[in-house]
C-alpha cells in the first residue's frame, strides 16, 4: 500500500535523523524552509477542461506568493484515478500536489478498483472550487427540451446516447440517477476526460453531455451550438437563468456538483499542510481570483485541511450508498 511506504520514508528519515546522519535539526529546517525548489501540481484530467484552466491560473499566483516555480503537469486518464496515484506514489515532501474533483477519492473506489487507499494515502489541503454539472444537447439530438428527453427515451430506450468525462465521474453518477430516477435508460458514451467532449459534440457523435462549465463551453453554448437542458447546481446560474436545475425539475438525487481541491501525498508534514492551506487560501480570496472563477460560472470555496478532510469522508460514505441504491456495477 502506499500508506505502508510513505510511513516507511517517514520512518526511515527519523531513523536516519536518530543515529546522527542526518541531524534532526536538518529534518525540521526542510520543514522550515519549505519552498526551495519547484513544485509539481498533478491535474489527472487532459488540459483544456475547467480544472486544467483554473488550477493553471492558481499556479501562476502561487509561483509568486510562494516564490518557487509551481508547475501543471496532466495526467488523465481512469476518471482521474491514474493522475491520483501518482500524487499518492509520490515523496510526502510538499513539492509533488494534486489538484482534482473530489471524485477520484469518494466516487471511484466503489465503482472501480483504485491502486490507493483513498482516505490514508492522501492528505488533504484544502478545497478550492466548487463547479456545476450541465446537461447539454449537441446538433445531433432531435428534441428541445429536458422533457423531450424524458419522451423521447421512453419512447425508445437506449437510442439517446449520453458523454461523460468519464465511468465513475460525477457526470456518470447524474446519468445513473437520470436513468433510475425518471424510469428511461440513456446509454453512456464515457472519455477520458471532458476537454475533447466538446470537440465530438460538435461532431454529432452523441445527442446529450455532462460537463462541467469552463470558457470555451460557455462560448459554444453563447453561438447556440450547445443547447443547456439542465443544471446540477443549489440555485440557477446567473449567466443561464434559462437552465432549471435538476431539484426543480423533480430530480433532486440528480442534483450533484464537482468538488475541487488540492492534495498532497500522505504522511506530508503538517506544517507544509498548513503552509500551502493559507497560501492557498489567500490567493483564492483575492478578488481577481474569484472573478475569475466565477466567470465561468464555477465559484470558489476555501476550507481547512480538516474541513476538506472530513467533506471526503462524508462523500466517501454517501457515494456508497449511492452506488449501491442506483446499483452501479464495478468496472
Given at each position: 500500500m502506499n500508506t505502508r511506504r510513505q510511513i516507511l520514508v517517514r520512518g526511515l528519515l527519523a531513523t536516519i535523523a536518530s543515529i546522527g546522519l542526518w541531524p534532526a535539526s536538518q529534518v525540521f529546517a526542510q520543514t522550515q524552509n519549505w519552498p526551495n525548489k519547484a513544485i509539481k501540481i498533478i491535474v489527472p484530467y487532459p488540459t483544456a477542461g475547467v480544472s486544467d484552466t483554473i488550477v493553471r491560473m492558481l499556479a501562476e499566483r502561487l509561483t509568486a506568493v510562494l516564490?518557487?516555480?509551481?508547475?501543471?503537469?496532466?495526467?488523465?486518464?481512469?476518471?482521474?484515478?491514474?493522475?491520483?496515484?501518482?500524487?499518492?506514489?509520490?515523496?510526502?515532501?510538499?513539492?509533488?500536489?494534486?489538484?482534482?474533483?473530489?471524485?477520484?477519492?469518494?466516487?471511484?473506489?466503489?465503482?472501480?478498483?483504485?491502486?490507493?487507499?483513498?482516505?490514508?494515502?492522501?492528505?488533504?489541503?484544502?478545497?478550492?472550487?466548487?463547479?456545476?454539472?450541465?446537461?447539454?444537447?449537441?446538433?445531433?439530438?432531435?428534441?428541445?427540451?429536458?422533457?423531450?428527453?424524458?419522451?423521447?427515451?421512453?419512447?425508445?430506450?437506449?437510442?439517446?446516447?449520453?458523454?461523460?468525462s468519464g465511468y465513475g465521474t460525477v457526470g456518470h453518477i447524474m446519468l445513473e440517477q437520470l436513468n433510475k430516477k425518471a424510469g428511461i435508460t440513456l446509454t453512456h458514451i464515457p472519455y477520458k476526460g471532458g476537454a475533447q467532449i466538446s470537440t465530438d459534440a460538435?461532431?454529432?457523435?452523441?445527442?446529450?453531455?455532462?460537463?462541467?462549465?469552463?470558457?470555451?463551453?460557455?462560448?459554444?453554448?453563447?453561438?447556440?451550438?450547445?443547447?443547456?437542458?439542465?443544471?446540477?447546481?443549489?440555485n440557477r446560474l446567473a449567466n443561464l437563468p434559462q437552465m432549471r436545475t435538476f431539484a426543480e425539475l423533480g430530480l433532486p438525487e440528480v442534483n450533484l456538483t464537482s468538488l475541487f481541491g488540492f492534495f498532497a501525498p500522505g504522511g506530508t508534514p503538517v506544517e507544509i499542510i498548513n503552509k500551502l492551506n493559507a497560501e492557498i487560501n489567500k490567493v483564492l480570496n483575492e478578488p481577481d481570483t474569484q472573478a475569475r472563477v466565477k466567470k465561468v460560472e464555477n465559484l470558489v470555496i476555501t476550507s481547512s485541511p480538516a474541513e476538506f478532510a472530513a467533506t471526503i469522508k462524508q462523500e466517501f460514505a454517501a457515494n456508497a450508498r449511492i452506488v449501491k441504491e442506483a446499483d452501479i456495477k464495478a468496472e
Open positions: 516564490g518557487q516555480p509551481v508547475v501543471v503537469e496532466n495526467r488523465a486518464g481512469a476518471g482521474g484515478t491514474l493522475g491520483m496515484d501518482m500524487v499518492a506514489r509520490a515523496l510526502p515532501d510538499g513539492y509533488t500536489l494534486g489538484f482534482a474533483a473530489i471524485s477520484p477519492l469518494t466516487l471511484n473506489p466503489h465503482v472501480m478498483k483504485v491502486p490507493y487507499d483513498a482516505l490514508k494515502d492522501f492528505a488533504p489541503i484544502g478545497s478550492a472550487m466548487y463547479s456545476p454539472i450541465y446537461l447539454l444537447a449537441t446538433p445531433k439530438f432531435k428534441g428541445k427540451t429536458f422533457e423531450d428527453v424524458i419522451a423521447m427515451s421512453r419512447a425508445n430506450p437506449g437510442s439517446i446516447t449520453v458523454a461523460t460538435l461532431g454529432g457523435q452523441f445527442d446529450l453531455m455532462f460537463a462541467n462549465p469552463y470558457a470555451n463551453l460557455n462560448a459554444l453554448i453563447e453561438q447556440g451550438k450547445l443547447n443547456p437542458l439542465a443544471v446540477g447546481s443549489p
